[in-house]
């Protein structure tokens, strides 16, 4: 469309250029007028398209470049991200080991603490059964009946 309107633009200019041309000169042969403007419109159609084709010609290059520079960007975050992400499931899986080394040490050291705290218990109990029966011996003393001897 851009084209379209371009070409029409410079149609329109030329023709109004003819125009004054023609009024300040006087007309001149209409065949060779009109061949002298076919060429010159030819000529410079086929300039404003060589023209268009190149900038279009630099715009693709200037992308391609842009785009490798992004890709390349791209690519060198990508593999940081796929390296930190690998360091991250390689520590991750050392804190799991660990985790279970220490699961293991804790389990045994409870079930340890559950056996010793039975036996504290336990001792406990015998010691109060003890100090119990101090008690009430002191208490309840036996009384021995004096002998008389006769």
Do not use: Y
Request: aromatic fraction near 6%; glycine fraction near 2%; include cysteine.
């Amino acid at each position: 469309r851009d084209t379209m309107s371009k070409q029409i633009a410079q149609k329109a200019a030329e023709r109004a250029h003819q125009n004054q041309r023609e009024q300040l000169f006087g007309k001149r042969n209409p065949d060779t007028v009109t061949q002298d403007f076919q060429e010159q419109d030819f000529d410079k159609l086929l300039a404003m398209h060589r023209d268009e084709q190149e900038k279009i010609a630099e715009e693709m290059i200037s992308m391609t470049h842009r785009l490798k520079e992004q890709s390349l960007v791209a690519q060198s975050i990508i593999k940081e991200d796929t390296d930190r992400a690998d360091k991250i499931n390689k520590k991750a899986d050392e804190n799991l080991a660990k985790l279970e080394n220490e699961g293991g040490r804790i389990s045994k050291l409870a079930s340890r603490w559950n056996c010793r705290c039975w036996i504290w218990l336990a001792m406990f109990i015998v010691l109060l059964t003890f100090v119990g029966m101090v008690l009430l011996m002191k208490l309840f003393k036996k009384k021995i009946p004096v002998r008389t001897e006769l």
